[in-house]
């Protein structure tokens, strides 16, 4: 194996995607380029509509397939979109399947940088903005972790001041 | 006796819960009713007398079911799917706005069955198209299956059983729960906004290809059903002929446009579903007779003021995820006749909002379906749970109260 190029994960995600990729693109170093990950996992809706219809007795109708475009539509706009910012990249898509913190989080052990988009409370910077399953993968990762902003982050205003009982006040 | 009839209750309950081989609820809930016929639990004429009643109200969500499907064939939910997805500009709040919209009519004019089966696959689809995290809407779409199935006595089996029982005419029944209605989704909007207030913030993408037209003859075919609901109530005339009506009609059509095929027709009229209905309601008047009806009439509130209507919507509530909505109100259903129909709408408010404290209609459910199913496919329960309580109790209070405002304005119930 000659020189191993940087690994990048990108957990994409509706939302989200286009601020990862382009975070992502700014990750690949010139010349040497890098192997870049786009990793797509569902939710488990389909698992809540298969329950909620069995909730439904006596009908006895098999549930009906969701016609959806089942993540590959997504992975290929965040393919061409992470060709045209970054050429060098060598890019590859995968669809997951499980339970999402657990599969990205797993992942991230081939990577040496993971990309993610903060899909919480966009309103203020805090804690908020990382949403349950983004937590768990922060928490649990072991490469390098990349937190993006979907769109432009809250102003500092948006931190609360020091508490009035802080000594350092 | 009561001994005997309830555990064929509880075996036919946990039957249609586990479904095993995936065989029909009637497999165990008509050789039960048999039973308490022959054992002496139910005598013959009371069991033949429960038939007639159900039978009409079975028949109607056949037909009902059949319009479902022949509307999901000619594209209506296609066509809705799209306009959801082009109205929402890409925005989370306004298709959950759009959702609630949709949610709310299918399951008001074509029962919730429709709503669950038909819109939404839709709107997960959608919610996918338009990129943005499906979750707020799944669970709208889901909730309004049951909270908005107040409003007209075809919009869940248990508003028909109901009717019949009441004595109210199709129009007053509207009439009075059309406020708790809105009122009902109103607190579930909130809620949901307030709830998944970050999810829907982040944007998505405007869906711009609208290729299906609104198809006009289901259309037409739904709205001239609608009206001849409220014609044939006034006239003492079933609503399942209407529903039946309207099915052949679309059925007709749907088979010369080569839309379906008549095998495909017959699965969607659900016999085993009829026979499965007519068994649990025998197997439900012995156990009521048997003396759970005397045990539950000293629970049952008196009364038509509003805490006895609270009382009455918490108990049916209860009981609807104890047993499912459907023994529930089967059981309630006598008691509330003899109060009133106020009491009789409450209990509708209890058993057709209750249900949303799980994912799949009740509480025992719930629990069966995690010890006896595959557990490779298990939905985390926290956060619909979570979203159950917050909406549930307030819903039912305030629905009720609702209710009880409206009864007592126009009187003479």
């Keep these: ?169 | 006796m009561l001994v005997v009839s309830g555990s064929l209750l509880i075996l036919v309950l946990a039957f249609a819960v586990i479904r095993p081989r995936g065989l029909p609820e009637a497999i165990a809930a008509v050789p039960a009713a048999i039973i308490v016929v022959v054992v002496g639990a139910l005598n013959g004429h009371e069991a033949l007398s429960e038939i007639r009643q159900l039978l009409p109200v079975v028949l109607f969500l056949a037909a009902i079911l059949v319009v479902g499907d022949l509307c999901e064939a000619a594209g209506v939910f296609r066509w809705a799917g799209e306009q959801m997805g082009r109205g929402s500009g890409g925005s989370g709040k306004r298709l959950l706005l759009l959702v609630f919209i949709a949610a709310s009519v299918v399951t008001a004019v074509l029962s919730l069955d429709a709503t669950v089966v038909l819109l939404t696959p839709v709107v997960l689809a959608t919610a996918r198209a338009v990129r943005v995290p499906a979750k707020p809407h799944m669970y709208a779409s889901a909730h309004l299956a049951n909270s908005a199935s107040l409003l007209l006595p075809v919009s869940n089996l248990t508003n028909l059983l109901a009717l019949h029982a009441s004595g109210l005419s199709f129009g007053r029944f509207a009439l009075l729960m059309v406020v708790p209605w809105l009122v009902v989704i109103g607190i579930e909007y909130f809620v949901m906004r307030w709830r998944f207030g970050s999810e829907l913030t982040l944007r998505g993408r405007p869906v711009r290809t609208t290729s299906t037209r609104l198809p006009i003859f289901p259309a037409v075919v739904v709205g001239v059903m609608l009206v001849g609901f409220v014609v044939a109530s006034s006239l003492g005339v079933e609503a399942a002929w209407v529903a039946g009506a309207a099915a052949l009609v679309l059925a007709v059509r749907a088979v010369v446009r080569k839309e379906v095929t008549v095998r495909s027709l017959g699965g969607s009229l659900n016999i085993p579903f009829i026979a499965f209905v007519l068994g649990l309601g025998v197997v439900v008047m012995a156990v009521v007779q048997g003396g759970l009806g005397t045990f539950l009439s000293h629970l049952a509130p008196t009364g038509n003021g509003l805490v006895s209507l609270l009382l009455w919507a918490a108990l049916a509530a209860v009981l609807a995820n104890l047993v499912n909505n459907l023994p529930a109100v089967l059981l309630l259903l006598p008691l509330a006749a003899a109060v009133g129909p106020l009491a009789i709408l409450a209990v509708l408010i209890g058993v057709n909002v209750g249900p949303n404290l799980t994912y799949v209609g009740s509480l025992a459910t719930l629990l069966w379906r995690r010890i006896a199913c595959d557990h490779d496919h298990e939905v985390a329960i926290g956060e619909f749970t979570i979203l159950g309580l917050l909406t549930t109790p307030a819903s039912l209070a305030a629905g009720v109260a609702a209710l009880w405002v409206v009864g007592n304005l126009l009187g003479g119930t």
């Design chain 1, 1 to 169: 194996m000659g020189e191993s190029k940087r690994r990048i994960l990108v957990w994409v995600e509706p939302g989200t995607w286009e601020a990862c990729v382009s975070a992502a693109a700014d990750l690949v170093p010139a010349g040497t380029g890098a192997q870049v990950l786009l990793l797509y996992v569902p939710d488990d809706s389909e698992d809540l509509l298969r329950e909620a219809q069995a909730g439904l007795w006596g009908r006895g109708r098999r549930p009906r397939p969701v016609a959806t475009t089942d993540g590959a539509e997504l992975l290929a706009d965040a393919e061409a979109l992470l060709h045209d910012l970054a050429g060098d990249a060598v890019i590859s898509t995968q669809q997951g399947s499980g339970p999402v913190e657990r599969v990205v989080t797993a992942a991230s052990e081939n990577a040496d940088y993971l990309v993610l988009g903060r899909e919480g409370d966009l309103s203020r910077r805090g804690p908020t903005s990382l949403v349950k399953h983004t937590r768990f993968v922060v928490d649990h990762a072991q490469c390098r972790v990349v937190i993006v902003w979907p769109s432009a982050a809250p102003s500092a205003a948006t931190i609360p001041p020091l508490p009035p009982d802080d000594p350092r006040r």
